[in-house]
Structure formats: structure tokens, C-alpha cells
């Protein structure tokens, strides 16, 4: 069964057993990376063994939440959580890439 731990319209996250599912969406900003942050907190609190990032719908994405996505990477793997991002496609996807957040 699948849980919903946030619905903010464009970061969304479900969990279903041991696996974190963050739904990255439309055009982020800086209001954005606060609620990526702030998803980072409740992925740690929920015990997931492993987060898989969908930037599958993402049509933009600025600095900040660039950096945001480098803290949840970096939370995620000190914790030894596997996290993976997938879907990302023309520039973003070279952006995830050469930042290694794929």
C-alpha cells in the first residue's frame, strides 16, 4: 500500500514499504528547494531502504534545488540508503549527470 507523505503540487513524495518514491515536477524554484529539504527530513525520519527521484514530469530546475538534491543524496547515502534518479531527459538529464545525481 502506498503512503503519501507530501502533495505539494510540484514535489511529491509516496512511500510504499521500504521504498521512497520523489516525484519531481514541472519547473522548479526557489520555493521548491525548501520543500525538497524539508522532504529530506521526512525520508530520513520514514526508514526507507531505498529512494528512487522521478524526474520524469521535471521541466526546469534552478540552482537551489540543485543543491537541495545534492543534500538528499548526501543525507540519503550517509544513511545507507540506496537513491536512484531516473527519467530526466535533454539538458536536465546532462545536468544530473555531470553533478552524479543519477
Known sequence: M???LTCPEDVVTHL???ICVLRLQGSLSRTSAS???GVTDQLQRAGCSS??????LLGQINEECLNALRSLWRAMKRKGVQIVTYGATGP???TLESLALT
Open 2 to 4: 502506498s503512503q503519501l
Open 16 to 18: 510504499s514499504g521500504d
Open 35 to 37: 520543500r525538497i529539504d
Open 51 to 56: 529512494v528512487l527521484v522521478d524526474a520524469s
Open 92 to 94: 536536465i538529464a546532462g
